[in-house]
């Protein structure tokens, strides 16, 4: 495989006339956490291939999830009957090796409905991947594998095998194509990116910062360090706010600071339009897990706002000085700091009015993740 982002994609184009019967194989799904493979699933089906989505399992922020395509669902069982009586296969024995017995027993079922699709495609080689790699193994049905974050910086022990028997490795920045490099696995990069058309939003509104932040409460996402640089601002004395989606406590916050909880992907454009600025202080967790390239900042950038986050993974690939400020991960005083940067009105919005060209010009659109991917399986 390539070693380069796409840059030219005349084959695509004309590749887009194959027809690709695709299952989607997923760890978790609905989740409010993977817009972007949604996205991905819906945009292919308006090309004309056929995806079906089969899951291993979902997680509580998924439920009244709205924008999850739920047409062409397989539901998996937890214990079903088909192969049950059947020796282990090579797959069997291979998932056995790396997933509890009870789990691997699904792979029978999950291997007969695969073989009327022409390949599987996963999004994070975790234990999905793992099934995708037993099903090859059984029946060898290419599968292609998109590498994220936590399936990289907090590998499973079959990684490198289930990544080199892959029809296509694919990964959302060059951060993670140097590493995946580094343990011997070639990657072609795909970016991640939101339609366009989704957050052609108002401008920014004018007057005290609004800043506005999306993620789940883990260490990798750092609300800690931001809430204390937001004490440490001083910029909630100016009547500044600050408006977190996520599921943090809602208790003793500090002046100017507000907790939505998990919301819709319609609550979140609702909020990015009330909001003049977004920030997302990503750090390296405890144990090795951070961020790839979150989507949030994407959309934050077509949506024309400007963006404070960290120096850490591949956000550097697409966040600069151009749309907005990199500050150094963990470090309170430089976030605070450039806080206070950030409520100059006419620069926070001169850096906000570049954000789609940006995401064009390193092609981080949803475009250019759907024609990437069709050009890896025109390859394979």
């Given amino acids: 495989m390539g070693a380069q982002s796409h840059t030219n994609t005349g084959a695509v184009s ?7 019967r695709v299952l989607y ?4 799904y609905p989740t409010l956490s993977e817009t972007f493979v949604y996205e991905e699933i819906r945009e292919l089906r308006r090309q004309g291939h056929e995806v079906t989505i089969a899951s291993l399992g979902a997680r509580e922020d998924g439920r009244g999830h709205p924008d999850h395509p739920t047409p062409d669902r397989l539901a998996i069982p937890r214990r079903p009957l088909v ?4 020796p282990a296969s090579t797959g069997g024995r291979f998932l056995r090796e790396h997933q509890r017995p009870k789990d691997a ?26 099934f995708a790699h037993a099903i090859w193994l059984d029946r060898k049905i290419p599968y292609s594998v998109t590498v994220h974050a936590s399936d ?7 990684l490198a095998t289930v990544l080199k028997s892959a029809a296509a490795v694919l990964t959302i920045s060059e951060y993670n194509q140097i590493a995946l490099r580094k343990l011997g696995l070639d990657a072609q990069v795909v970016h991640c990116g939101p339609r366009l058309a989704d957050w052609d939003l108002a401008p920014a509104p004018p007057g005290p910062l609004s800043v506005l932040s999306v993620g789940r409460n883990v260490p990798k ?4 360090l931001l809430l204390q640089a937001w004490e440490s601002s001083k910029v909630a004395n100016r009547e500044g706010t600050l408006t977190i989606i996520g599921d943090l406590k809602k208790t003793n916050l500090p002046s100017g ?7 819709s992907p319609q609550d979140v454009r609702q909020a990015m339009e009330a909001a003049n600025l977004f920030v997302l202080a990503c750090r390296r967790a405890p144990d090795g897990d951070m961020d790839g390239i979150p989507l949030a900042i994407m959309e934050a950038l077509a949506a024309s706002r400007a963006v404070i986050s960290t120096r850490i993974s591949g956000i550097p690939e697409l966040i600069n000085d151009e749309v907005g400020w990199l500050v150094s991960p963990d470090q309170v005083e430089e976030f605070a700091k450039t806080l206070n940067e950030a409520e100059n009105t006419r620069t926070r919005t001169e ?3 570049k954000g789609t060209n940006r995401l064009m010009s390193r092609q981080f659109t949803l475009k250019h993740q759907v024609e990437g991917l069709i050009s890896t399986w025109i390859d394979t």
């Fill in 14 to 20: 004309m590749s887009s006339h194959a027809h690709h």
């Fill in 152 to 158: 990289l910086f907090k590998p499973r022990p079959s």
């Fill in 257 to 263: 600071v507000r907790v939505l909880g998990p919301c």
């Fill in 25 to 28: 194989l997923l760890r978790y």
């Fill in 105 to 130: 027993a699904r792979l029978p079922w999950i291997r007969q409905k695969a073989a009327s699709f022409d390949r599987i495609h996963v999004h994070f080689a975790g234990e999905a991947a793992e």
């Fill in 221 to 224: 996402k750092g609300f800690d």
């Fill in 83 to 86: 192969g049950k009586l059947s």
């Fill in 351 to 353: 850096k906000g009015k």
